[in-house]
């Protein structure tokens, strides 16, 4: 049998609504991880301070961000997992403020020991049609693809507007814990 247990996985929630669609998608792919056996943790963003970048260069100049917030430990926590469930929900278009912050303050040198992670996106949205999320799901890509990290799927969840209508979405919450278990299953050697 193999043995997954040394994978850790963390779910990063954007959405400000706390037990919303965007935090049942990621707690879904964490379940299908976990089920496949590794150590999952959960982050929501709304819960912690992370203040704007400043683009002062502090982070290069003396090795150490401005800010003495909350991005620092999590920063740490990013560094440890394996792979990353990153989940948004579409605000005008776009990623939630509160993800945007935390997408922000990856301008720093830390972002060097990115390279090689590998990471889920689920963004789900009221819009009944993926064309919401185009450029969401390009700005991450591009992030992820200019620092050298694997992208393993992106889960899409057109027209969830009210809280936890993605539960009705069978075939969405099948596919999150199909692809929390398949990074698992991925990342294992026998």
């Given at each position: 049998m193999i043995n997954f247990s040394n994978?850790?996985?963390?779910?990063?929630?954007?959405?400000?609504?706390?037990?919303?669609?965007?935090?049942?998608?990621?707690?879904?792919?964490?379940?299908?991880?976990?089920?496949?056996?590794?150590?999952?943790k959960k982050v929501i963003l709304n819960k912690l301070k992370i203040n704007p970048c400043q683009a002062c260069n502090s982070c290069y100049k003396t090795g150490k961000c401005m800010h003495d917030?909350?991005?620092?430990?999590?920063?740490?926590?990013?560094?440890?997992?394996?792979?990353?469930?990153?989940g948004t929900p579409i605000y005008w278009w776009g990623p939630t403020a509160q993800f945007k912050l935390f997408l922000d303050r990856w301008y720093c040198p830390k972002h060097q020991d990115f390279k090689g992670k590998r990471v889920i996106l689920v963004i789900p949205f009221e819009g009944g049609h993926p064309k919401y999320a185009r450029h969401t799901v390009g700005i991450l890509t591009d992030v992820l693809d200019y620092?050298?990290?694997?992208?393993?799927?992106?889960?899409?969840?057109?027209?969830?507007?009210?809280?936890?209508?993605?539960?009705?979405?069978k075939n969405i919450m099948k596919k999150a814990f199909e692809v929390g278990q398949k990074a698992i299953k991925m990342s294992g050697t026998t």
């Open positions: 994978s850790q996985v963390l779910g990063i929630i954007g959405s400000p609504r706390q037990s919303g669609n965007t935090e049942i998608l990621v707690d879904e792919v964490l379940s299908g991880a976990e089920g496949a056996g590794a150590i999952v917030d909350d991005m620092l430990e999590l920063l740490k926590k990013m560094e440890e997992c394996d792979i990353w469930v990153l620092l050298n990290m694997e992208l393993i799927d992106t889960i899409l969840a057109p027209g969830v507007g009210s809280r936890g209508a993605v539960r009705e979405k």
